[in-house]
């Protein structure tokens, strides 16, 4: 027999799961469908070598849509939970970095829909700091568990 608490915390994390899938759904397409555009975004964080700029782009694009995907089915939501967790605090490590090296970018997270400023990116890095602690959430909330048998 559940309790309310139970059951209350099994709604918000279906709602959180369903925000982040359709998070990385949009963002993953968004990046996928302009993943040419997406890569000219990744050139000034001169992280990588230039020659895997464009596959990187593609990767991470197809990894945000498939990680958006798992995150909202039942039996596989704690993986697409681990994975959306570790993007974030990629995103948030790169978007760090860049900013205490002063390059100022744009992250491209959404489209090139910004212009480039600290101020973009430190909302950025507090945008990927919700996201991974709503990952979290997902990843460790205590679901519902077999019995023993």
Request: hydrophobic share 60%; glycine share 8%.
């Amino acid at each position: 027999m559940t309790t309310l608490a139970q059951k209350i915390s099994g709604w918000c994390a279906l709602l959180v799961r369903l925000g982040l899938g359709a998070t990385f759904l949009f963002s993953g397409a968004i990046k996928a469908r302009a993943s040419e555009e997406f890569a000219l975004a990744l050139i000034p964080f001169t992280i990588l070598p230039a020659s895997w700029i464009g596959v990187f782009a593609l990767a991470l694009a197809w990894t945000e849509i498939l990680a958006g995907v798992l995150v909202v089915l039942p039996r596989v939501h704690r993986i697409g939970a681990a994975v959306i967790f570790s993007l974030a605090l990629l995103f948030i490590a790169v978007l760090t970095w860049a900013l205490s090296n002063d390059i100022i970018v744009s992250c491209g997270c959404f489209g090139n829909d910004e212009p480039p400023s600290a101020r973009a990116m430190q909302l950025a890095i507090l945008r990927d700091v919700g996201i991974a602690c709503a990952a979290a959430f997902v990843l460790f909330l205590p679901g519902r568990r077999r019995p023993n048998t």
